[in-house]
């Protein structure tokens, strides 16, 4: 699960757009099509939709969860398109599926502030959707927003009853950019004494998360019956185990895990994925993530997010690791092999015999 889609929207504008300040941030943009397959320059729509098609058709797993992401909407239910620097149509996801029939599984993505919320998450079920993506930093809302608890009640039975899993964004993002950098903390569940610190330091002030609100808008969703999978463990990306320099919402993410297993978030159950997670840094917190309630954890790609060949040799990739923070493009040795089967040879070779890679199919039954 948890691999993204995206189009330039140079041809089909309404199935999605990468804003041309996301396609001017060197080396980022950059490095998402290195490791999407996609020659810069010859990012088009057509290009990316068919480049898409070869990677999840050619990928040894069973299924793969294309996510769509919904732009931003301001709280009193104005469309606001262009402020967001990414955002995919899930009409898109669902022209890929209609491609690759059983290999694309249907993650939809509806903003809660839109006013028709209810009635396109129902839409979304209808055409076979397996989970909700949300993305609050990019999206522009804060979880303990009042709307926000009303929709993750939806949520709850929003599949004939059942509830609509909600892939959550915890913690740091870097993929995809806010417009606003105020909200950069909106996908945070705590907020440390280094966070102040460096807020006060920094040129632009992001806003203070109301991350009490936040977990209580959670809590009532779980006693709602609510299923919330937060992505990637809430795992800083640069700086394992160094609160210090980068945030850190593992702790959190692995707390809700924990009280999950011991029944103690009422009808419902809080998930993680493992996605983005073969990286140096995020090695280093491989021990600790073995020892997460196991029937909680879900594998997780994150495609086109760098995957690294750690069991080749870990030395390479801590220079691939430093060319790509320092944007020497020509330096990195992107896999051979599909990046989503390197994902997953790579952490059945950490997490060996773990049923995060059989979870997701679970769940959805």
């Known amino acids: ?13 309404e199935w999605g757009q990468i804003s041309e300040r996301m396609r001017a941030m060197w080396p980022r943009y950059e490095i998402f099509l290195l490791y999407a397959g996609i020659e810069k320059g010859r990012d088009t729509d057509d290009a990316m939709i068919e480049q898409t098609l070869r990677t999840i058709g050619s990928a040894s797993v069973d299924a793969v969860v294309c996510l769509a992401l919904d732009h931003v909407w301001r709280a ?3 469309p606001v398109r262009e402020a967001s620097d990414f955002w995919v149509a899930n009409e898109y996801v669902l022209h890929l599926r209609d491609r690759l029939p059983g ?15 209810e009635t396109r998450v129902l839409e979304c079920v209808e055409h076979g959707a397996v989970l909700l993506k949300w993305l609050p930093s990019a999206q522009q809302f804060s979880l303990a927003h009042p709307k926000i608890s009303r929709a993750l009640e939806f949520l709850s039975t929003a599949r004939n009853g059942a509830p609509l ?6 913690g740091v993002e870097y993929a995809v950019p806010t417009s606003d950098e105020r909200t950069r903390p909106y996908d945070y569940l705590s907020w440390g004494f280094w966070d102040r610190f460096w807020n006060r330091v920094r040129r632009e002030r992001w806003r203070t998360p109301d991350v009490d609100g936040a977990r209580r808008t959670i809590d009532a969703a779980l006693e709602a019956g609510a299923v919330i999978i937060m992505a990637h ?37 809080v998930f993680t994925d493992l ?33 690294f060949e750690l069991t080749a040799d870990l030395d390479e990739a801590w220079r691939d690791f430093r060319a790509m923070l320092d944007g020497n493009l020509e330096r990195i040795a992107v896999p051979q092999d599909n990046p989503v089967d390197v994902n997953l040879r790579e952490l059945e070779h950490f997490f060996p015999g773990h049923p995060m890679f059989t979870n997701f199919d679970r769940l959805l039954t």
Request: negative net charge; contains cysteine.
């Open 76 to 78: 009193d239910g104005t």
């Open 165 to 170: 899993p909600l892939l959550l964004h915890v």
């Open 275 to 307: 996605s983005a997670c073969a990286t140096p840094f995020r090695k280093g917190y491989f021990d600790e993530l073995a020892e997460l309630p196991p029937d909680l954890v879900l594998f997780g790609s994150d495609f086109p997010t760098p995957v």
């Open 233 to 269: 463990a809430g795992l800083p990306y640069f700086a394992a185990h160094a609160t210090l320099l980068e945030h850190d919402d593992f702790p959190v993410v692995r707390q809700y895990l924990e009280r999950t297993a011991r029944g103690e978030t009422g009808r419902g159950k």
């Open 103 to 117: 290999k694309v599984l249907f993650g939809a993505s509806v903003h809660p502030f839109r006013p028709d919320f």
């Open 1 to 13: 699960m948890h691999f993204h889609v995206g189009l330039r929207g140079d041809r089909y504008p």
